[in-house]
Structure formats: structure tokens, C-alpha cells
């Protein structure tokens, strides 16, 4: 299993970004798939998650700002994020769910494969 994030970098206060994460060495289209950030400091928290179906939850301080998307085709997946402002600043890693999405933002826990992250600075 391998999970490859890129797309990150250095953007303005209200830039956007789009980062993907192209999956391997599973059946992408079958995982629910998430993304999650960690800054300096804190603990790696959910930015939201999608499911086989395309059916996405986030988090409350992304919500309106960034969208999740899969492309099960090229097994890829998505995040656009979009008015970034500082507090967004993070590592950024992808995952995939060890069982099905749930109708919550799900844990760290309930994902075993992770990507090795790609840096976002807002400044």
C-alpha cells in the first residue's frame, strides 16, 4: 500500500490550493478515504473524509472552504482548499479507512494507511 500526497507549498492568506494523494497497492475506489493535518505542536486532527460513493463529511473549520474529491479512475484523491488563512497552516496527510465511512468525521484511529504528508504554509 502506498499513498503519495502532493500539491502543498507556500500561499497567501486567502489563496486556494489543491492537493492530491495518488493511491497504490490496493483497491482505492472500495476505501473510504480521508484527510487529515497536523501543525507544529497540536495533535493530527480530521479535515474531513469520502466515501466509495463520493458522499463527504469535514470538519467545521473547513466546511464551505474545502472539498474532498475522488477520481477512482486515476486512484486519486483529492483536496481543494480554498480562503486559506493562517490557522491552515499544517502537514497534510492523506488515509485510507480500515472499514466503511461513517456519517462523522472519523479518528486517527479508524485509518491504517497514511500517506507521508505535504506541508502547507500560510503566510
Known amino acids: 500500500v502506498q499513498l503519495v500526497e502532493s500539491g502543498g507549498g507556500l500561499v497567501q492568506p486567502g489563496g486556494s490550493l489543491r492537493l492530491s494523494c495518488a493511491a497504490s497497492g490496493f483497491t482505492f475506489s472500495s476505501y473510504c478515504m480521508g484527510w487529515f493535518r497536523q501543525a507544529p505542536g497540536k495533535e493530527r486532527e480530521g479535515v474531513g473524509q469520502i466515501d466509495r460513493g463520493g458522499r463527504t463529511v469535514y470538519a467545521d473549520s473547513v466546511k464551505g472552504r474545502f472539498t474532498i474529491s475522488r477520481d477512482n479512475a486515476k486512484n486519486t484523491l483529492y483536496l481543494q482548499m480554498n480562503s486559506l488563512n493562517p490557522d491552515d497552516t499544517a502537514m497534510y496527510y492523506c488515509?485510507?479507512?480500515?472499514?466503511?465511512?461513517?456519517?462523522?468525521?472519523?479518528?486517527?484511529?479508524?485509518?491504517?494507511?497514511w500517506g507521508q504528508g505535504t506541508q502547507v504554509t500560510v503566510s
Open positions: 488515509a485510507a479507512g480500515m472499514g466503511s465511512c461513517k456519517r462523522w468525521l472519523m479518528p486517527v484511529s479508524d485509518f491504517g494507511y
